[in-house]
């Protein structure tokens, strides 16, 4: 049970006032304590203090065929006020409807539709679902970024998508502030195998059926912005890619911070720490 005390009087410099009940928070004496909560994982007084760079936790993915609403758990290890970002893929446009919000969607060139949502998780259980109601294929994959700034979510997360046709080679997007996650998209009957730009850090992937031209989805992230990443390699020609960044929003602490092999945004001084 938490201690707690009340002076009766005290001297606020002109006069004798009442003094204000305090209680023990388990760190210091507060006069007015937040109540605990369940991230998943312990109980807490307040959120985490936000971060520069958002790190990935877990993600997940699957394949569908013909349903008229498809869904999977979030990732395993999620906690309160972790961002999770849903991004689905499919020949009809999805609306996610578990949790309700907004998302963004846009159709591709080839007619794919893509749709993205990313919140902070508020601790309601359930699956993720999306309404692609006719859909003869769709593909969904959900990450879980930690230490981003849970007030100051955007409903535009989704900061450049980029097409391309009959390519081998996807140029990835200029990273933007805090964590860049990159999702390219490739159509493809015979898409078995990927590989990374130095610097980027692969995450997950979803690759679709072989022999049929099924969408696959393959996730990497970076921090830092302004310079190039380079370009994800595939191991076959692909009939059309796409590739879409999308901002994990983190916090500025005001320090330059060097950022291994981004020239454009890191900067060097006397006060200067690694991210």
Not at 116 to 123: E, I, L, R, S
Not at 193 to 209: C, E, I, M, N, Y
Not at 239 to 249: D, H
């Amino acid at each position: 049970m938490a201690r707690s005390y009340n002076p009766t009087m005290v001297w606020d410099g002109s006069k004798w006032v009442e003094g204000t009940k305090r209680v023990w928070d388990g760190t210091a004496w507060v006069g007015q304590p937040s109540l605990k909560y369940w991230d998943g994982a312990q109980w807490q007084f307040k959120a985490p203090a936000p971060v520069g760079y958002p790190s990935f936790v877990k993600a997940n993915s699957s394949l569908f065929g013909a349903r008229d609403y498809i869904g999977i758990p979030h990732p395993a290890g999620l906690i309160v006020n972790d961002y999770v970002v849903s991004v689905c893929a499919s020949d009809v446009k999805p609306q996610i409807v578990e949790p309700w919000m907004l998302n963004q969607a846009q159709q591709l060139a080839s007619g794919t539709w893509l749709s993205v949502a990313v919140w902070p998780y508020d601790g309601r259980p359930g699956d993720i679902v999306w309404d692609v109601a006719g859909s003869k294929t769709s593909t969904v994959m959900n990450l879980l970024y930690r230490g981003g700034d849970w007030t100051a979510p955007s409903m535009t997360p989704v900061k450049e998508i980029k097409q391309y046709e009959n390519v081998n080679l996807v140029p990835l997007n200029s990273p933007v502030d805090y964590t860049s996650v990159f999702i390219v998209l490739a159509e493809s009957t015979d898409l078995t195998g990927f590989a990374w730009p130095d610097g980027v850090t692969g995450r997950a992937s979803q690759l679709g059926k072989f022999g049929n031209r099924n969408v696959s989805l393959i996730a990497s992230d970076t921090p830092g912005s302004g310079g190039s990443a380079g370009s994800l390699t595939l191991d076959t020609t692909v009939q059309a890619a796409a590739c879409i960044t999308i901002q994990i929003p983190g916090i500025n602490d005001g320090k330059p911070t060097w950022i291994l092999g981004d020239d454009a945004a890191s900067v060097l001084g006397t006060t200067t720490v690694l991210g």
